[in-house]
């Protein structure tokens, strides 16, 4: 059974930093792309930033290209997103989900097939 469990949410001030990890289990990690998603008022579901099987290809979605990092540890199952710079806009509950790997890097939420339970992050003064 695959699962995906989400942590390192937490309310943060302004410009402040989070780094979220994401242990995987269940599945081989290593043979699969991951990502963070998050949901936004009024919106659908974004794929914040991904990242291939190899840790090689990442993606960016560009309200957060050059303030978040994605990376993984094939050896502990896990991936994480540092997020620096945090803005209020932030504020929501961040996924990781994962997909077989693809040739092309999926950058779409929808094209994630596992998703865990969420780890709140909220951007407040």
């Known amino acids: 059974e695959v699962q995906l469990q989400a942590s ?3 309310l943060v001030q302004p410009g402040g930093s989070l ?3 994401c242990a995987a289990s269940g599945f081989a990690f290593n043979n699969y792309d991951m990502s963070w998603l998050r ?3 009024g919106k659908g579901v974004e794929c914040v930033s991904a990242i291939d099987s190899a ?3 990442t993606y960016y979605a560009g309200s957060v290209k050059g303030r978040f990092t994605i990376s993984r540890d094939n050896h502990k199952n896990t ?3 540092q997020m620096n710079n945090l803005k209020p806009e932030d504020t929501t509950v961040y996924y990781c989900a994962a997909v077989p790997h693809r040739t092309i890097l999926p950058t779409v939420a929808q094209e994630y097939d596992h998703w865990g339970k969420g780890t709140l992050v909220t951007v407040s003064s």
Do not use: D, E, N, T
């Open 55 to 57: 840790g090689i290809s």
């Open 8 to 10: 390192g949410g937490g």
């Open 19 to 21: 780094r979220l990890s």
């Open 39 to 41: 949901q936004l008022p």
């Open 79 to 81: 991936v994480y997103l």
